[in-house]
Every structure is written in structure tokens, then in C-alpha cells.
């Protein structure tokens, strides 16, 4: 069954650098998400991508974030200047149809560590 | 905003028990999700309903769209299902998941 991939699976990076997280949706999917989970906190929602922009972010993606779909295949999140406080686990998802249509498919998540 | 309310939020259980974790929302919704978190973090969908009863295996999931409630049901629960199962909606109009906090089930043997 096609799965949704995430690279790399631990990132660990100092206070202040960029850091990029890559994903790579179901080759037939649409419509694409990044979540990211604080540990010990609930799952929460970062920016959802569709034809090729932003159909929505929350309030967490400020300037500091931008996401791309560089290619036919992968998605990325970039995070610039981090701080201790983007530690978290970072999922990807997608799906074939956005509004709750089709279900969204997760990857395995990048776990980042800010020091 | 849609508030997302799961229970228990911890659950401890024998094997072959069953289980039922229940969640509710607030604000009414196209479709909600049951998604299963395991101990390394990887996120499964479960189930995506917007109405009735769907069934996969020992797994049931329920939904109650005027009492803005879902149930997931685990028959003859096993020590593998032991993990972390989340509910989160989706508002109309919207694309993003709201999650709920989480049940923690624990089956022992």
C-alpha cells in the first residue's frame, strides 16, 4: 500500500539554524498537511497545500515557516532561525481530496530536537 | 474553534476485554477521523466516517452527528492494541484536523 515518507526520521540541529523537512506524499494525492505534536501534547495543525499555495495555516506558521513543493514529488517544510520551542514531531499528511472527503494518510514524522 | 474531548484518557485492560473509547466535539463537522498513535510515534488512520457505524476487523467506529459524538469499539482486545488512539475532526469549509488529546489503552495479557 503507497505510503507517505518523511526524511529525515531525527533531525537535531542548534538554536537559530534553518532546518528543512522533507516529505514525500502518495504520488496520487492532492492535497498536502504538515502537523507537528510537542511532546506530551496533542497533535496540532501547521498548514495545509493545494495546487501549489497555501489553503490555510494556523496562527503556530508564522514568518519563521514556509513550506514548498519543489518538484513533482516532494514537500518540504522549511523552519528558519529555530528556537527550543519548535522541538517537536513533525508529521506529514496528505490525501486525495481536501474538506474531509477522502481520509488523510500520515508518515512516520521527524522528530526535531533544538539544543 | 472545535473543541475535541476524548475518554478516558487512559484505559488499562485484559486481554480479550472490550474496549470503548468515546469522543466529542462542539461545532458540527463534515467527517471525523480515529487515528492510532503507536509508542514510536507514527501516526495510522483508523477509520473516516461522517455518519453511521464502519467495521474493519475487531475495530468499530460510531457516529452520532445531533449529539456530536463518536465511540470507537476494540473487541477481543489484544496486547497489540495497545497505543495511543486519537480523535480529530474536520470543520466544514475547512481543510485542517483538529485533534483530540488522546486514550492511552494498555492491554495486558
Known amino acids: 500500500e503507497p505510503e507517505v515518507t518523511q526524511t529525515p526520521s531525527h533531525q537535531v540541529t542548534q538554536m537559530g539554524q534553518e532546518v528543512i523537512l522533507r516529505c514525500v506524499p502518495i504520488s496520487n494525492h492532492l492535497y498536502f498537511y504538515w502537523y507537528r505534536q510537542i511532546l506530551g501534547q496533542k497533535v496540532e495543525f501547521l498548514v495545509s497545500f493545494y495546487n501549489n499555495e497555501i489553503s490555510e495555516k494556523s496562527e503556530i506558521f508564522d514568518d519563521q515557516f514556509s513550506v514548498e513543493r519543489p518538484d513533482g514529488s516532494n514537500f518540504t517544510l522549511k523552519i528558519r532561525s529555530t528556537k527550543l520551542e519548535d522541538s517537536a514531531m513533525y508529521f506529514c499528511?496528505?490525501?486525495?481530496?481536501?474538506?474531509?472527503?477522502?481520509?488523510?494518510?500520515f508518515g512516520d514524522g521527524t522528530r526535531l530536537s533544538i539544543l | 474553534k472545535n473543541e475535541v474531548e476524548q475518554s478516558p484518557q487512559n484505559l488499562t485492560a485484559q486481554e480479550g476485554e472490550f474496549i470503548t473509547i468515546n469522543c466529542s466535539y462542539s461545532?458540527?463537522?463534515?467527517?471525523l477521523h480515529w487515528l492510532q498513535q503507536h509508542p514510536g510515534g507514527g501516526i495510522v488512520s483508523l477509520f473516516m466516517?461522517?455518519?453511521g457505524k464502519k467495521k474493519h476487523g475487531r475495530l468499530i467506529a460510531t457516529i452520532n452527528i445531533q449529539e456530536k459524538h463518536s465511540s470507537l469499539h476494540i473487541t477481543a482486545s489484544h496486547p497489540r492494541d495497545s497505543a495511543v488512539y486519537i480523535c480529530a475532526v474536520i470543520n466544514f469549509g475547512n481543510e485542517k484536523l483538529t485533534f483530540g488529546t488522546g486514550t492511552r489503552l494498555t492491554i495486558i495479557p
Open positions: 461545532v458540527g463537522i463534515s467527517a
Open positions: 499528511a496528505s490525501s486525495r481530496q481536501g474538506g474531509g472527503n477522502q481520509p488523510q494518510h
Open positions: 466516517l461522517s455518519s
